[in-house]
């Protein structure tokens, strides 16, 4: 779909973001960036998920100059607090629980560096989601399918999770992980790719 005119690392070891840039047919380097990913204090989540993809595609970006690095991370929220990935299936339950039929945010900070030719774009992208009403039984039953234990907020939107969500506002790429709309836009401003011809 289209061509890689210049090289592309993704700092992130995140399957679904690989799959997004590999579906858009781009040639991609994956190096996953080793940063502390502890939120300061006060911080909220939109400035953690920003600082956390800055961090991670400068760290890729410092070694590899000519590169342009994406960095991402996405964070879910409720009540402005951040809904990390659960320690194990009580915690699942509980971040769950809180969740139901309820909205909560989902907030991917999104950046693009290159160090050579000094670009150095960041931004972040929101999508609310609106959760059904399910009982303990059946929350424990889409626990026991281990998909809830590698996600933030302890679903994942794009497979067995989906049956949680009742509606979503805004882009449902970015709750996956990557807003790839905006990354494909990024990349085509900076000639980093081009549409096939």
Same mark, same amino acid.
């Given at each position: 779909?289209?061509?890689?005119?210049?090289?592309?690392? +993704?700092?992130?070891?995140?399957?679904?973001?690989?799959?997004? +840039?590999?579906?858009?047919?781009?040639?991609?380097?994956?190096?996953?960036?080793?940063?502390?990913?502890?939120?300061?204090?006060?911080?909220?989540?939109?400035?953690?998920?920003?600082?956390?993809?800055?961090?991670?595609?400068?760290?890729?970006?410092? @070694?590899?100059?000519?590169?342009?690095?994406?960095?991402?991370?996405? *964070? *879910?929220?409720?009540?402005?607090?951040?809904?990390?990935?659960?320690?194990?299936?009580?915690?699942?339950?509980?971040?769950?629980?809180?969740?139901? =039929?309820?909205?909560?945010? *989902?907030?991917?900070? +999104?950046?693009?560096?290159?160090?050579?030719?000094?670009?150095?774009?960041?931004?972040?992208?929101?999508?609310?989601?609106?959760?059904?009403?399910?009982?303990?039984?059946?929350?424990?039953?889409?626990?026991?399918?281990?998909?809830?234990?590698?996600?933030?907020?302890?679903?994942?939107? @794009? =497979?067995?999770?989906?049956?949680?969500?009742?509606?979503?506002?805004?882009?449902?790429?970015?709750?996956?992980?990557?807003?790839?709309?905006?990354?494909?836009?990024?990349?085509? @401003?900076?000639? *980093?790719?081009?549409?096939?011809?």
């Amino acid at each position: 779909m289209f061509i890689t005119n210049k090289p592309i690392f +993704l700092a992130s070891a995140s399957p679904r973001r690989r799959k997004f +840039l590999a579906d858009l047919d781009l040639e991609f380097t994956c190096c996953p960036a080793d940063i502390d990913e502890t939120p300061y204090a006060a911080e909220t989540p939109a400035a953690f998920a920003l600082r956390m993809a800055q961090t991670k595609a400068e760290a890729v970006a410092d @070694q590899y100059r000519q590169a342009y690095v994406i960095g991402a991370d996405t *964070v *879910v929220t409720f009540a402005d607090k951040i809904l990390g990935k659960p320690a194990d299936s009580a915690r699942a339950l509980e971040i769950l629980r809180s969740l139901q =039929g309820k909205t909560h945010r *989902v907030i991917t900070g +999104l950046a693009l560096i290159c160090r050579d030719e000094d670009c150095n774009t960041t931004l972040t992208r929101t999508t609310k989601v609106t959760f059904q009403s399910f009982s303990d039984s059946i929350l424990r039953s889409y626990i026991n399918t281990g998909d809830p234990m590698d996600k933030a907020g302890a679903y994942g939107i @794009q =497979g067995k999770g989906a049956f949680l969500v009742r509606t979503i506002q805004g882009s449902c790429s970015n709750v996956i992980g990557l807003p790839v709309g905006l990354c494909t836009s990024l990349l085509l @401003q900076y000639n *980093v790719i081009s549409s096939c011809p």
